[in-house]
Every structure is written in C-alpha cells, then in structure tokens.
C-alpha cells in the first residue's frame, strides 16, 4: 500500500479554499526545491503541491523506481487522498518539467482513468511522450561517464559538478531517473479531455522544436497553448516571474474565474 502521508510538501498554513491546487513533478534527479518558491509567490490563489518522489526529500529513505509507469501509479494513488479527500473539491492542474512532464502526463492519465481529470496539464521542456523512445542507456554507464552524459544532455548543471558530495547524493537518484526514462514505453490510448499548456526555453537544445507542437495530440480539447521563455533547459529559475505571471493566467483561465479565491 502506498503511504500516502508525504506524496506532497503541504504549506505550514494550508487552506482549504483557493483557486486551484498545482501538483509539480521534478525534473531528473530533482526534488521539491525548486517548487518550494512557487508556494509563497503563487499563494493564496493557487496551493502549490510539490511531489515528493521516492528517493529524495522526505524519502530519501526509500528506493526510487526506476518504472516510469509504475512511478505514476504510485503518484497517482498518493496524490488522490491529498487532491480528493477534502470535504469541498478544489480543481487541480499537474506541472511537470523534464522528465516530470512526461510523469505527470501519465499520472493525469491514471487519474482521468479514475474520473479525476485535472483541470490543466502544463508539461515543460519535454518531447511528447510518443517520442520519447530511447536511443541510448547512458543508465547503464559507469558513474563517470554517466554524469558527463547527464551534463552533456543539460540533465545538471555544469556548475554542481564542483559540488562532489551533492553529485554523490544525486547519482542513485539520477540514474534511476534515466533507468525510467529510457525503459519508458508509450501505450497509445484516448487522449485526454483536459487542456494542455506547453512551455520552454527558446535556447533549450534537448528539445526538438518540431516535436513540441505533437503534444497537441495527448489531448482532444483545443486550442494547446504553447509559451516559450527567456532561457535553456534550467529556465524554470532564471526568469521565475515571468513564467509564474504566465503560469498564473493560465492556472486562472482553467479554474473558471468564477471559482471563490481568485482576485
């Protein structure tokens, strides 16, 4: 049975009532840190839910999977409790970045599978999933070469190569990460009923930029909205206040403006 206790980090001041709620995915060999801003800058409107993943934060502790669909499964049941057990439902949206786009792509899918669509799903610097069939195991190399690939693909930044112990805490995580990521198969199925958003970096080379108008195919509403930001593949941090005005029109026109909390 999943422990459902800590899928997410909550805020020290949660609320029952706001906009909407945002479940975000990390990036390989990430955690909720980079969400962790997001809380108080989109707050009160939208409660930012970081995922915490087996392997990293709070579950350090644990292994991480290295089953990208299993991985979603065990998200999609952990999340549940968190988005559906309060007495007044509250729309939800998923973001996911990297490798968390295409996680929390299946996880919506899992999650619509069980009547709970999200309101919105936002992928962000990612090919879709269809195309995202591995040519190479770089999970399988020797450390060394591994992190000089996962450097060289722009999974981490040069500079925490000058951080030995952080790459030592990273490494399991990392190439668990790849594990799932270049095992991962696409299953054809419906798509899904909800909006999409796609975001990235107008300089993020480890996107193709033909393939990013193929996410329009995950989803049957239209039209897919796509945003490109100021940056490569690490944008997320380096221009924050535009995405978030831009993450939070877009979380507002999913909600309904209707909806009680929004200004």
């Known amino acids: 049975m999943t422990d459902t206790s800590s899928w997410v980090v909550r805020s020290s001041t949660e609320r029952d009532v706001c906009g909407i ?19 108080a800058m989109l707050s009160p409107d939208v ?51 990297s490798l968390g786009a295409v996680l929390a792509y299946e996880t919506a899918r899992i999650l619509s599978d069980a009547h709970h669509p999200p309101a919105l799903l936002i992928v962000s610097g990612s090919a879709p999933p269809h195309r995202a069939a591995a040519t190479h ?46 095992t991962y198969e696409h299953v054809v199925g419906p798509p899904l009923d909800c909006p999409v958003a796609v975001y990235v970096g107008d300089t993020d080379s480890t996107v193709p930029r033909a393939q990013l108008t193929e996410w329009d195919q995950v989803t049957s509403v239209r039209p897919v ?31 309904g403006a209707a909806q009680a909390g929004w200004r």
């Not at 479940?23 to 909720?32: D, E, H, I, N, R």
């Not at 499964?73 to 949206?93: I, K």
């Not at 060289?152 to 925490?160: K, P």
């Open 21 to 39: 709620r945002l479940v975000c995915f990390p990036q390989a060999g990430g955690g909720t840190l980079a969400y962790r801003p997001w809380m």
């Open 47 to 97: 409660d930012v839910l970081p995922v915490v993943l087996p392997g990293r934060d709070s579950k350090f502790s644990e292994p991480p999977i290295t089953d990208l669909t299993l991985l979603a499964q065990a998200a999609a049941e952990g999340l549940q409790p968190v988005l559906f057990g309060q007495e007044h439902a509250v729309s939800y949206a998923l973001f996911g970045h």
């Open 137 to 182: 195991t770089y999970h399988a190399l020797p450390d060394e070469e591994f992190i000089t690939e996962v450097v060289r693909l722009g999974g981490v930044s040069r500079a925490a190569l000058e951080e030995p112990e952080l790459i030592r805490v990273m490494l399991p995580v990392l190439r668990a990460d790849f594990t799932a990521a270049e």
């Open 225 to 255: 909205r796509h945003r490109t930001f100021a940056g490569d593949h690490f944008y997320l941090d380096d221009v924050r206040r535009p995405l978030l005005r831009a993450l939070r029109d877009d979380l507002k026109e999913a909600a």
